[in-house]
């Protein structure tokens, strides 16, 4: 369950704010014998040395240079399947005292390659027209390396497979550029895999992967934000908007984990779309009689629940009323009473 968040400034990078949140977490809930987990743009040798010092455990990810020292063993056989297209296996440890986990992902691998085939194509193109364009038209050969640098960053999944360099011919600008085909395929086996790294000397890789997988959690929290809550980025420009955009995020995310939790305590999984899906055709009728004096009785039924659904809402424990009934009520506050009507 999600127990809190902070703000920061803008313009702060994410490893300069981790020393700040584990002081604060154990400032407000105890040095419990918990586990940090963080991916791989929370971490640096300082934090680590950070967590060490004062024997904090940590699941890691690294950054994704490091799988180039381990590609023999990606060829190898002796894999750990922890998840139907999941596989993990123990690596030797580059720092004493620490657990190296070499991690495969299918899926993970099919969409690396897809993304990296997309920006690849984008980067032929755009590399294509530049030259064509240097071809038509005397350009700058400043110009010509400026909107180079923009592809580039554009592209940087895939810029790197890519020779390129900008020519000066008497003031005109010719580009020379090839795709380097080696370079592309070594990138290939690389997919789908990552490293971690814990302190923790006495789990099992998978263990290890089973914690470390539960960030997923936090990025399905941004899911439910823009989807079911369909609260989309907005440039916010004063901090009172902005914390309140946030509080509005959180407060949905510990209620859909309730709705989760819900769920799963009465046999229908970990999945509440699904049930929300079944229940959401379930509707608020208002029932128009007229009468011979004149007045209108108006009635708010609620229609019948079909036999699927009445065995998800038996299950949840809830029993619908076969009409809505509207209750008055004053509430009291700072500036008086008031009136509301439900």
Same mark, same amino acid.
């Given at each position: #369950?999600?127990?809190?968040?902070?703000?920061?400034?803008?313009?702060?990078? +994410?490893?300069?704010?981790v020393?700040? #949140?584990?002081?604060?977490i154990?400032?407000?809930?105890?040095?419990?014998?918990?586990?940090?987990?963080?991916?791989?743009? #929370?971490?640096?040798?300082?934090?680590?040395?950070? #967590?060490?010092r004062?024997?904090?455990?940590? %699941? !890691?990810?690294?950054?994704?240079?490091?799988?180039? &020292?381990?590609?023999?063993?990606?060829?190898?056989? +002796?894999?750990?399947?922890?998840?139907?297209g999941v596989q993990?296996?123990?690596?030797?440890s580059?720092?004493?005292?620490?657990?190296?986990?070499?991690?495969?992902s299918?899926?993970?691998?099919?969409?690396?390659?897809?993304?990296?085939?997309?920006?690849?194509?984008?980067?032929?193109?755009?590399?294509?027209?530049?030259?064509?364009?240097?071809?038509?038209?005397?350009c700058?050969?400043?110009?010509?390396?400026?909107?180079?640098? &923009?592809?580039?960053?554009?592209?940087?999944?895939?810029?790197?497979?890519?020779?390129?360099? !900008?020519?000066? +011919?008497?003031?005109?600008a010719?580009?020379?550029?090839?795709?380097?085909?080696?370079?592309?395929?070594?990138?290939?086996?690389?997919?789908?895999?990552? *490293?971690?790294?814990?302190?923790?000397?006495? $789990?099992?890789? /998978?263990?290890? $992967? /089973?914690?470390?997988?539960?960030?997923?959690?936090?990025?399905?929290?941004?899911?439910i934000?823009?989807?079911?809550?369909?609260?989309?980025?907005?440039?916010? /420009?004063?901090e009172?908007?902005?914390?309140?955009?946030?509080?509005?995020?959180?407060?949905?995310?510990?209620?859909?984990?309730?709705l989760?939790?819900?769920?799963?305590?009465?046999?229908?999984?970990?999945?509440?779309?699904?049930?929300?899906?079944?229940?959401?055709? %379930? /509707?608020?009728?208002?029932? !128009?009689?007229?009468?011979?004096g004149?007045?209108? *009785?108006?009635?708010?039924? %609620?229609?019948?629940?079909?036999?699927?659904?009445?065995?998800?809402?038996?299950q949840?424990?809830?029993?619908?009323?076969?009409?809505?009934?509207?209750?008055?009520?004053l509430?009291?506050? +700072?500036?008086?009473?008031?009136?509301?009507?439900?």
């Amino acid at each position: #369950m999600p127990l809190g968040y902070e703000v920061f400034e803008g313009n702060k990078a +994410d490893s300069t704010s981790v020393e700040a #949140m584990v002081n604060l977490i154990e400032k407000r809930h105890g040095r419990s014998d918990r586990i940090w987990v963080m991916d791989r743009g #929370m971490v640096s040798e300082k934090n680590l040395e950070f #967590m060490r010092r004062e024997n904090r455990r940590y %699941i !890691v990810g690294t950054p994704k240079s490091l799988l180039s &020292r381990h590609e023999a063993q990606l060829l190898e056989e +002796d894999w750990t399947s922890v998840r139907q297209g999941v596989q993990v296996k123990m690596l030797a440890s580059e720092f004493p005292g620490e657990t190296f986990i070499l991690c495969k992902s299918h899926d993970r691998s099919q969409k690396e390659q897809a993304m990296r085939e997309l920006f690849s194509k984008r980067m032929a193109e755009g590399l294509g027209k530049l030259a064509s364009a240097c071809q038509k038209r005397k350009c700058s050969p400043a110009k010509i390396s400026e909107s180079l640098g &923009r592809l580039r960053e554009r592209n940087s999944r895939a810029s790197r497979f890519y020779f390129a360099k !900008v020519h000066d +011919d008497h003031g005109r600008a010719r580009l020379e550029w090839r795709l380097d085909v080696q370079r592309e395929k070594h990138a290939s086996p690389l997919d789908g895999c990552y *490293i971690l790294r814990s302190n923790i000397q006495d $789990w099992k890789p /998978q263990d290890l $992967w /089973q914690a470390y997988i539960h960030l997923t959690d936090a990025e399905e929290a941004f899911r439910i934000h823009k989807s079911d809550l369909r609260l989309r980025p907005v440039w916010h /420009q004063k901090e009172q908007r902005i914390r309140a955009h946030i509080l509005a995020c959180f407060l949905a995310y510990v209620l859909w984990k309730t709705l989760e939790r819900l769920c799963a305590s009465a046999g229908l999984g970990d999945e509440p779309r699904r049930v929300l899906k079944e229940l959401c055709v %379930i /509707q608020l009728v208002d029932v !128009v009689l007229p009468t011979k004096g004149g007045p209108e *009785i108006r009635r708010t039924c %609620i229609t019948t629940p079909t036999p699927h659904q009445r065995i998800l809402l038996n299950q949840l424990g809830l029993d619908l009323p076969t009409q809505w009934e509207q209750r008055h009520f004053l509430t009291k506050g +700072d500036h008086g009473g008031g009136y509301c009507e439900m």
